[in-house]
Each structure stands twice: as structure tokens, then as C-alpha cells.
């Protein structure tokens, strides 16, 4: 069964540093890989979304890596804003059952700092 | 304006009490999910359904049901056999053009 960790689990960082936010996966055969992120009490709003045969995605400041070989991924921000400061979920999608399924991580929770 | 809508925003429960979610989409998707989240946690699947009047079980479907009657819509009904119905719930639909999830707003369940 797909397990995905989020490393760190929390993150506190002054402004305009650059960081990256860590996922992991234990089975490789995934069909793709997509980033979220989450404000308190609110939905999700994607981010990025790499297909399997994709190594990278890029929005903005946002820059995703995936090595589906290694079973991760990385969220690379740059120059950080406190309006980043949220929750950041990965979730992978799987073959089971014969359908892709997501499995999400617990996510990384950011605060940036003025 | 296109997006998925769920309802209540907020939905108090009596223990025993069956309750339904509400979770409507304009955006033209088959397939659309629900999620349960738990602070400190994941999402963790409930059901999904790929296309109008079919649904799949995900990883913890017991306590809950589903229909899909219509494509727009996609309501969960937690029941009185679900032991901690005690959560947010987020339902989500996918672009098959995009494979990009979108999600609702949530609906926070509280049983009293």
C-alpha cells in the first residue's frame, strides 16, 4: 500500500528565505504527483502537478522536482512571503483496484515571518 | 463562476443521527472523491466515483454511503455506524484533461 511522508512536518522561516518542503513515497509506480496547499479551516488550492514522466514543474516562485525513481519530491520556494505561510500537502496517485488513487501526506506547516 | 460548492459550512450531529453532505460541482468532471481530514492528518479517502452512477470504496468507507445520480453531484451521507464522525470533510472533483484535483471548502462535522 502507498505510503507518502512530508518532511518537515513543521517549518518557521524569516522572510525571503528560499526553502524546500520534502515528500517521499514508498511505491515508485506512480501515476503522477501533485502539490497543494492548505489555509486554516479552508480547502485546497493546487499548486503543481508532475506526471510521472515529467522531472519538473514550474509556477511563479514555485519550482516542484520529482525523481519517481527515488520515490520523492521536493517544493522549492523562493524568496518566501508571509502569504506563503500555509499548510503544503503532496498527494501521489496510485494503481489500485484497478484505478489511479491519490494518497496524501500530512503536510508541511509553514510560517513565514516578517 | 465554476467550482465546487459543499454544504453546510458547519453540520452539528446527535449521536445515532444519519447526516448528509452536501458537495455540488459545474465544472464538467467525472470523477469526484471525499476526504476525511483529521487535525495533524493526512487526507484520507472515503469514496470516489469515476462516472454518474458508479463509486468506488476508498480506505475507510465503513459509516459512510455515497450516490451519484448526477454528474454535478456527489452527496455523503455519515451514518449513525460511523464510531468518530468527527471531522472536516473535503470533496474534490478531477479535470480529466489536466488530471489537476480541485477541492471544495470543507464542511466541518461535530457530533454532540
Known amino acids: 500500500k502507498q505510503e507518502v511522508t512530508q518532511i518537515p512536518a513543521a517549518l518557521s522561516v524569516p522572510e525571503g528565505e528560499n526553502l524546500v518542503l520534502n515528500c517521499s513515497f514508498t511505491d515508485s509506480a506512480i501515476y503522477n504527483l501533485q502539490w497543494f496547499r492548505q489555509d486554516p479551516g479552508k480547502g485546497l488550492t493546487s499548486l503543481l502537478l508532475?506526471?510521472?514522466?515529467?522531472r519538473e514543474q514550474t509556477s511563479g516562485r514555485l519550482n516542484a522536482s520529482l525523481d519517481k525513481s527515488s520515490g520523492r519530491s521536493t517544493l522549492y520556494i523562493a524568496a518566501s512571503q508571509p502569504g506563503d505561510s500555509a499548510t503544503y500537502l503532496c498527494?501521489?496517485?496510485?494503481?489500485?483496484?484497478?484505478?489511479?488513487?491519490?494518497?496524501f501526506g500530512r503536510g508541511t506547516s509553514l510560517i513565514v515571518h516578517p | 463562476d465554476g467550482g465546487i460548492t459543499q454544504s453546510p459550512k458547519y453540520l452539528f450531529r446527535k449521536e445515532g443521527q444519519n447526516v448528509t453532505l452536501s458537495c455540488e460541482q459545474n465544472?464538467?468532471?467525472?470523477?469526484m472523491y471525499w476526504y476525511r481530514q483529521d487535525p495533524g492528518q493526512g487526507l484520507r479517502l472515503i469514496y470516489y466515483?469515476?462516472?454518474?452512477?458508479?463509486?468506488q470504496k476508498g480506505d475507510i468507507a465503513e459509516g459512510y454511503s455515497v450516490s451519484r445520480e448526477k454528474k454535478e453531484s456527489f452527496p455523503l451521507t455519515v451514518t449513525s455506524a460511523q464510531k468518530n464522525p468527527t471531522a472536516f470533510y473535503l470533496c474534490a472533483s478531477r479535470a480529466a484533461s489536466t488530471d489537476t484535483q480541485y477541492f471544495g471548502p470543507g464542511t466541518r462535522l461535530t457530533v454532540l
Open positions: 508532475i506526471q510521472s514522466s515529467q
Open positions: 466515483s469515476q462516472i454518474v452512477n458508479d463509486f
Open positions: 465544472l464538467n468532471h467525472d470523477a
Open positions: 498527494a501521489v496517485r496510485t494503481l489500485s483496484g484497478g484505478s489511479y488513487i491519490p494518497t
